[in-house]
Structures are given as structure tokens and as C-alpha cells.
């Protein structure tokens, strides 16, 4: 939604923004069953890409929670930051 489709605050009534709201309904509504057909048509080109993002965000996520879990156990063990251990 762009700023230009929202009726401003000032200067207008309520029944302009009740208009507005329902108009943006209405369209979104119209739009529904064409969103909704673009998700249910698998585009077999796409899936292995998407697969293969999946997996490299998996693994770069695990990396990231491994790389969490052993500064939370170096600050536990107190060997923080300052070298002393």
C-alpha cells in the first residue's frame, strides 16, 4: 500500500476513510483468487533453487546457534571477553 492510496487525516471525514477501506477490501478481495493461483502452481524450475536456499539457510542458522551457544558457555566458565581465565 503506497502512501498516496491512504486518504490523509486531516480534512477528511469518516465516511471518506469507511469509502477508502471498503474499496481496498473490495480490490484485495478481487486479487485473492489470483494469489492464491500463482501458490498453488508449482513451478518444478523453482524447486530445486528453493530447496537448496532452504538447506544453506538451515545450515548457516545451525552455524549461527553454534557460534551463540559457545560465547554463552565461554561467559559462563568466565573467560569472557578480558582474556582472564
Known amino acids: 500500500m503506497t502512501s498516496t492510496n491512504l486518504p490523509a487525516a ?3 471525514s469518516e465516511p471518506n476513510y469507511v469509502a477508502w477501506m ?3 477490501q473490495q480490490h484485495e478481495h ?3 483468487p489470483l ?3 500463482r501458490h498453488a502452481k508449482n ?3 523453482e524447486s530445486p533453487d528453493v530447496h537448496a536456499q532452504e538447506m544453506v ?3 548457516r542458522h545451525a552455524h549461527e546457534l553454534r557460534l551463540h551457544d559457545s560465547a554463552i558457555a565461554q561467559l559462563r566458565r568466565g573467560s569472557g571477553l578480558n ?3
Open 30 to 32: 478481487r486479487q485473492q
Open 57 to 59: 539457510w538451515a545450515e
Open 22 to 24: 471498503r474499496a481496498r
Open 35 to 37: 494469489i492464491s493461483q
Open 43 to 45: 513451478d518444478a524450475s
Open 10 to 12: 486531516a480534512g477528511h
Open 83 to 85: 582474556g582472564a581465565g
